[in-house]
């Protein structure tokens, strides 16, 4: 009998041919006669008959159309497109400094989580000097209390909740609670980010070991611009990018923009020096 990794990837050849097949009706299609509507729906239709033959399970993720397109199966009846913007990025999680399970997609930019026990990605890039601002996006799946998105040192233990027990040099902003934990230790309170499509912001000044955290547009967990009021990690060594959860789900990493939000007066995109 087939492996689940063995029948999700004969399903995302099925669909990534449908994709195939359809591409020459797509191009002769007149803009705005919603021809391309039917992309969504075709893939979607694919993956209806995937599920009612038993091969789609809960928290799968799928990779179709060159890995544009991710499939996240949230339970066994549910499940939901994510549309990756078709870009090119110099750098993205770190596939070497991530815990088994763990699905790169779309150059490394969408890191996505299988569920069934907490698991660590960080960034390729990590810092120890200068003044850095990236996002990481919730698009959506499963949420946990164990969750956290923000920094942490490259020896993390790959099953830790960053800002909380990793062993310090760590600072994380947890999903359900909007606690603000650094080396263990609760620092700040602030909003969780449970809503699909939730941008959380992280500004890292490494010249002074400062790390500030927000949701979308609420208030910063201090002020980066004049370097006041954030959490400061132990340590002295350069600090990465760090997402943490134990749930299927999916986050995706902007590091070097376009972002959603402008970055802090100072601060530079996290992919540069």
Request: glycine residues 14%; contains cysteine; hydrophobic residues 40%.
């Amino acid at each position: 009998m087939a492996t689940l990794d063995e029948r999700i990837t004969a399903l995302a050849q099925a669909v990534a041919a449908d994709i195939k097949a359809l591409h020459s009706q797509l191009a002769s299609t007149p803009p705005g006669t919603g021809g391309a509507a039917s992309l969504p729906t075709m893939t979607m239709a694919a993956l209806d008959v995937a599920r009612d033959a038993g091969q789609l399970q809960a928290n799968a993720l799928i990779s179709v159309a060159d890995k544009k397109t991710v499939a996240l199966c949230v339970s066994p009846n549910e499940y939901r497109l994510l549309e990756a913007p078709i870009a090119t990025f110099t750098t993205g999680w770190d596939a070497s400094k991530m815990a088994s399970g763990i699905v790169l997609l779309d150059s490394q930019t969408v890191a996505a989580f299988p569920g069934a026990g907490q698991r660590v990605v960080l960034s390729q890039v990590g810092h120890s000097t200068g003044k850095h601002y990236a996002e990481v996006v919730y698009y959506g799946g499963n949420t946990s209390g164990d969750c956290s998105v923000g920094v942490a040192h490259a020896g993390i233990p790959l099953d830790s909740q960053v800002g909380y027990d990793g062993g310090g040099q760590e600072a994380g902003l947890f999903q359900n609670s909007g606690n603000i934990y650094v080396d263990g230790r609760l620092g700040r309170t602030g909003s969780g980010f449970t809503a699909s499509g939730s941008v959380v912001c992280v500004a890292y000044d490494a010249d002074a070991r400062m790390v500030f955290l927000r949701v979308g547009e609420g208030p910063w967990s201090g002020d980066p611009a004049v370097g006041f009021g954030g959490v400061s990690p132990s340590g002295a060594g350069p600090l990465f990018l760090a997402v943490c959860t134990p749930a299927g789900a999916a986050f995706r990493g902007v590091f070097e923009g376009p972002f959603h939000y402008s970055p802090p007066p100072g601060y530079g995109p996290w992919s540069g020096t």
